[in-house]
């Protein structure tokens, strides 16, 4: 018999790094800590930080934390490397991994009836659903994503295997099937509310097995959006997340022209979409809204008091039909919370670093037209989003997003000088990062990273402390 999947063990062992370790205390503020002790116990958790620690006093510091210094693994971080927070991908459509970028010219709903409804019909076949989902986690992990919320396709024994593949893996995650029983081609719907529900409900049976304590991965519940969703599918959805304060809600929120339109057609009774799903009990503080492009006053202020976090997407809404541009600066400004997503497929990257710097573009290009009411986004802000932002959209900012004493250690090891101490070669293990140079400060390091560095320049991978990317 098949053995079931099971939380993988943490590392059981401590690890500590010395060096420049980077980052967000909040939105406005980046911390450098320079010649810095960062001890991870062997439950993966950030058990000592210590600042400006002269490299003669390591030992006694090992030794106040309880450890041997003799048989204490510190790693020595060189100048050009340093650690960061792992990044968080809030919006991520495993099924569609093998499509990226495709269909770019179709408007939202064409694109999905022309191109993505065919391509996540494969995942009824649950061997093709394990190959395309191994290939596709183990991808993200490469890039630097400790952790993401999934959508599935509408299969549940396919979603299983994907809350399997990502505890196999070790990558944090928030797995749910799509929810869809109307408004799609009838090869690629369920066939009731009744059914979508069950499937639900065994989805997160399964997962609450697997990962009993929610360690890694945790169930979520995926209408996909209202217009594939009947009365009783979303009243259903509305009554488990009723009865289960702590499963997580996502879905797809004022995202583009023709999807508004033909949702105030289905439902003319609200008067937005904030209104709609706060109606069927899908708002709340565990509920991440995809794109949240054209919100009107009174719907901002609903996902506020609601304390619903947003999942900005700036490579989808830029490339996937008509350019759009979320209303950033406004949701800062507004203390909402704000993630980065990816969105694969509707975006060609899986690539949180990609998706940072898009952000960025649209930004800039909201701050031309609003003539400077709405400033760019900061190279600071830019990376708050892609890691402690997108663990507070997905409320896990308790346990990661950053370095505090008692989080989980999910942080990613970035090298941007070879052994050798080069960089501009041009090639090698370093890639085509901006060459580092001899009076370069480690912010100024940084940035070159975040600008112009990929996974090459990603060396490890820690996910609760263990390193999965060697
Ligand atoms: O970017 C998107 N991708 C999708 O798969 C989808 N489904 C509904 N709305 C969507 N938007």
Redesign the pocket.
Known sequence: MASETTVPPVRGLPIAFYGTIIHSLDVNTLEIMHNCLLIVDGDGKIQKIAKDTPQAKINDLVVETGYTPDVFPVKYLNRGDFIIPGFVDT?H?AP?WAQRGMGRDQT?LD??NNV?FAH?RKFEDPAYARKMYSACVSAGIRLGTTAAAY?GSLHGPATKILADICLEQGQRAFVGK?NMNRHSPDWYREPSAQDSLKQTQELISHIRRIDAEGKLVKPIITP??A??CDDELLSGLGKIAANDPEIHIQT?FN??AD?MQFTRQLFPQFKHEAELYEHFGLLGPKTIL??SIFLEEDEINHIKSKGCGIAH?PI?TAT?GEFMMAPIREYLRRDIKVGLGT?V???FSCSILDAMRQAFIISKARETLTKGADPALTLHEGFFLATLGGAQVCDIDSKVGNFIEGKEFDALEIHTVDTEGNNDIGCGSVGIVTPIEDDDSAEVIFEKFLMTGDDRNIAKVYIRGSSLKS
């Open positions: 919006h459509h569609q939202l694109w999905l993505t996540e959508y799509c996909r959006f217009i594939t797809h995202e583009a999807e995809a794109h997407c989808a996937l969105d497929g509707g975006g």
